[in-house]
């Protein structure tokens, strides 16, 4: 009996899109779950919509809108892309919906696909949540849905597209989401700390995941999983990333997936973790490959791993934040999994001293964009900035400091005086 080459979805994806032979769903393994209710049904306390497909941000990359469908702006495999294990490097595209504000909150999604893809495409749909600590990581909208460990009062969705080579299929029809409240289990909010191997990115002019063209002396970095990955010119996902001697610091957004892996949250507890689920917390896959023969040594691709490698710093975060001259260890913290308020450094990369004000010896920088966490505010040196003129000074989680003139922003709570 005959079969079209293509197989249309109408289903909670549960297909994955790293450019990994393995994580690569083909379309006929994915299936709808039986307990998916219908999209026309009407349950009390559930909210549905469609997000528009047609509607170009200026945060997509390598997607556009033709003849009724989603589709990859370019299929041949781009030199920006990451390297595969078998048959090259794999062509990449996002699309990035306007974030939807709830009637009610929730803590569970859904999403609901209709999609064609074939010779190796893949299609994916994930969303991340808004809380009052800032967006939650993005997750995988298929099965169950994506389950948040607090309720969250607006979503956004985001679709990502891969083919292997130019003639694989990978298009997109509709994208229904639902949201709802289910009961959950509360996660640790304290914000997480590990101690991991840095390299420099370097890769000036290069594409970011995120779609950003790489400037000298860059101010970011690359974390080997998108579930920390912020949009093009925000600092949703920030890290503070610190000599081991605790020196120099810089707050930076993650802006690129790497190093290495591309599906390695290594800093999620094992029920969380995307892949390697036997590794302690905290520990790169990379890093268990290089040190102890994890994984026969090689990452998710099949390559060697020849350093230890668990985040990617710019060229900038590398020499004029930490000021290092090598690879090395460095102390990260993943600020997203913390709590608190946090200001969005609007200007930078911004200086960050001991002390109120611009007499006191800077430790580190914060780039443009990042969200840096801030415990209490002091009374300064008045500074004129690109936003105001105060003399509020912000004291940092770390006991450092940052003037108020150049936060074009705070969320998360309310910032006392000190």
Not at 104 to 117: F, L, S
Not at 132 to 152: C, K, Y
Not at 157 to 180: F, G, H, N, W
Not at 239 to 249: A, L
Request: charged share 20%; net charge positive; proline share 6%.
């Amino acid at each position: 009996m005959g079969c079209s080459p293509f197989r249309t979805l109408s289903a909670l994806l549960a297909g994955v899109l790293t450019a990994t032979a393995a994580s690569l769903v083909p379309a006929a393994a994915l299936a709808a779950p039986a307990d998916v209710p219908a999209a026309t049904a009407a349950v009390p306390g559930v909210e549905r919509w469609s997000v528009d497909l047609a509607v170009a941000g200026g945060d997509d990359v390598n997607v556009r809108w033709d003849a009724g469908r989603l589709r990859l702006a370019d299929t041949r495999p781009a030199a920006r892309t990451r390297p595969a294990a078998v048959g090259g490097p794999v062509a990449e595209g996002a699309l990035l919906a306007a974030a939807r504000t709830l009637a009610r909150p929730a803590t569970r999604v859904r999403a609901q696909v209709t999609a064609e893809v074939a010779r190796g495409g893949g299609v994916q749909a994930q969303v991340r949540g808004w809380r009052a600590a800032g967006w939650t990581e993005w997750r995988e909208a298929a099965g169950a849905g994506a389950v948040f460990d607090r309720p969250v009062t607006r979503v956004q969705t985001r679709v990502l597209l891969t083919a292997r080579d130019p003639r694989a299929t990978a298009s997109v029809r509709a994208v229904e989401l639902t949201a709802d409240t289910v009961a959950t289990v509360s996660a640790a909010t304290t914000g997480l700390v590990y101690r991991v191997f840095a390299t420099r990115q370097g890769s000036v002019g290069g594409q970011t995941a995120n779609g950003r063209i790489i400037q000298a002396r860059d101010h970011f970095v690359a974390l080997p999983s998108r579930r920390g990955l912020a949009p093009l010119n925000t600092g949703d996902y920030t890290v503070r990333v610190c000599t081991t001697s605790g020196s120099r610091c810089e707050y930076a957004p993650v802006w690129d997936v790497g190093p290495w892996n591309t599906r390695d949250d290594y800093w999620n507890p094992s029920a969380v973790r995307e892949n390697w689920k036997d590794l302690p917390q905290g520990w790169p896959e990379a890093q268990a490959a290089y040190q102890s023969g994890y994984n026969g040594g090689r990452d998710q691709f099949g390559r060697t791993v020849r350093n230890p490698a668990g985040i990617d710093l710019a060229d900038g975060t590398f020499a004029d934040g930490l000021r290092l001259t090598d690879n090395a260890w460095v102390d990260v913290a993943y600020l997203w999994t913390g709590a608190g308020p946090r200001g969005v450094v609007g200007d930078g990369p911004l200086n960050v001293r001991t002390g109120p004000g611009t007499g006191y010896g800077v430790r580190g920088l914060a780039a443009r964009y990042a969200n840096v966490p801030i415990q209490c505010y002091v009374v300064g040196q008045t500074v004129t900035g690109p936003y105001r003129t105060t003399n509020r000074w912000n004291r940092l989680a770390g006991g450092q400091y940052v003037s108020h003139a150049y936060i074009s922003a705070v969320y998360g709570g309310t910032v006392s005086l000190c």
